[in-house]
Every structure is written in structure tokens, then in C-alpha cells.
T-cell receptor, first 116, second 116 residues
Framework: AQKVTQAQTEISVVEKEDVTLDCVYETRDTTYYLFWYKQPPSGELVFLIRRNSFDEQNEISGRYSWNFQKSTSSFNFTITASQVVDSAVYFCALSEASAAGNKLTFGGGTRVLVKP | GAVVSQHPSWVICKSGTSVKIECRSLDFQATTMFWYRQFPKQSLMLMATSNEGSKATYEQGVEKDKFLINHASLTLSTLTVTSAHPEDSSFYIC????????????FGPGTRLTVL
């Protein structure tokens, strides 16, 4: 069965600090997809990134970057030079290609608090 | 693109009444939509997968007669909480899978249900 673990429940940083969110996953499929979503206090989940299991290239989008390492089953997310608006809960999720309907399994989430 | 709306954003009802929540994909067609439930400070739990034109697939432990799902068109899925009780109070979130966008799920803003 698929499983996603976000070991950090809450991280508090001061503005402009970098913050890295860990995500470790378990799956028996060779084809799968990994996602990161942001949930600000308003509650709506915002899609950040999707990565398939065959693409291990790291990705950078503005202040966001992702490090995918199949060898350690990890898909970590770094926010560089954090800002107060980055305060939110961040969820890592996994979808197996073989799963009916491409269901998502979410990690427990990491709450990021960026203080001014 | 990829906008999903939910209505209502919040609802308060008396115990024993039924509540209907609508989920719409505004700018894309979604053959599959998903309904999640989220308790405070917890992750999202998948309740059911809603397929256009067919019966929903419920996750283990979710009462299908209590949480009625209808997916009548490619842009609309509804969740009806029947005979609601205080323990049904929660944050309900839907998502729509955009097939043409690498099967990524896009989420609605959520509906906060409070049953008195």
C-alpha cells in the first residue's frame, strides 16, 4: 500500500530564512506521481508541482525548489528566502499509476510559520 | 485555467437535516472528481471517487447512504450529507482531475459544515 510521511509537523522560521520540508514515500509501483500542495489559512489547496517517477531532475520555480531522489524515496521541498505569505500547511502526495482513478494519498502535512 | 468552485463555502444546519454541496470545474471538463474530508489540523482523507455518469466509489468506512454523491455532468459533482449529525461537522473539499493536464487534481476552496 502507498504511504506518504512528512515527519515535520510544524516549522517556524524568521522571514528570509530558507526552509526545507521533508517528504518520504512508499510504493510498490514503478510508475507513480508525486505532488506538493499548499493550503493557506483560507483552506483552499493550491497545486505547486507534479513529478513522475521517471523524471528525477530537480526543479526550481522562483523561490521554490524540489529535490526528488528515488534512491531514498524522498521528494523534498525548499522555500528560499521565506516570506510571511509562505505561512501555510504544505502537503506532499502520491498517486500510483495502477490506482483506480489515480487516487492521491496525502502526507500528514507540515505547518510552516514565517515570522516577520 | 484549472479553477474549481464549491458552493456553499460554509453552512450551518440543524441535526437531522440534509445538506448538499456542489463542486464545479469552471474551465475544464472532469470525468473524475474526488471528495475529501479534513478535520482541524489533520490531513485530507479521501471519502469517495466520483465518476461522471456512473456510481461513486467509496473508501472503506465511508457510509454511501449517508454521503450521497452524484456526478451528473462533466463539470458538476454534488455531495449530499443526509440526516446530518454533529459528528459530521468538518471541512469538505472536492477536487477535479484534469485529464488533459497530466491528470493533476485541482481543488475547490472547501465547504465548512457545522451541524448543531
Amino acid at each position: 500500500a502507498q504511504k506518504v510521511t512528512q515527519a515535520q509537523t510544524e516549522i517556524s522560521v524568521v522571514e528570509k530564512e530558507d526552509v526545507t520540508l521533508d517528504c518520504v514515500y512508499e510504493t510498490r509501483d514503478t510508475t507513480y506521481y508525486l505532488f506538493w500542495y499548499k493550503q493557506p489559512p483560507s483552506g483552499e489547496l493550491v497545486f505547486l508541482i507534479r513529478r513522475n517517477s521517471f523524471d528525477e531532475q530537480n526543479e526550481i520555480s522562483g523561490r521554490y525548489s524540489w529535490n526528488f531522489q528515488k534512491s531514498t524515496s524522498s521528494f523534498n521541498f525548499t522555500i528560499t528566502a521565506s516570506q510571511v505569505v509562505d505561512s501555510a500547511v504544505y502537503f506532499c502526495a502520491l498517486s500510483e499509476a495502477s490506482a483506480a482513478g489515480n487516487k492521491l494519498t496525502f502526507g500528514g502535512g507540515t505547518r510552516v510559520l514565517v515570522k516577520p | 485555467g484549472a479553477v474549481v468552485s464549491q458552493h456553499p463555502s460554509w453552512v450551518i444546519c440543524k441535526s437531522g437535516t440534509s445538506v448538499k454541496i456542489e463542486c464545479r470545474s469552471l474551465d475544464f471538463q472532469a470525468t473524475t472528481m474526488f471528495w475529501y474530508r479534513q478535520f482541524p489540523k489533520q490531513s485530507l482523507m479521501l471519502m469517495a471517487t466520483s465518476n461522471e455518469g456512473s456510481k461513486a466509489t467509496y473508501e472503506q468506512g465511508v457510509e454511501k447512504d449517508k454521503f450521497l454523491i452524484n456526478h451528473a455532468s462533466l463539470t458538476l459533482s454534488t455531495l449530499t450529507v443526509t440526516s446530518a449529525h454533529p459528528e459530521d461537522s468538518s471541512f469538505y473539499i472536492c477536487s477535479a482531475r484534469w485529464t488533459l493536464a497530466t491528470d493533476t487534481q485541482y481543488f475547490g476552496p472547501g465547504t465548512r459544515l457545522t451541524v448543531l
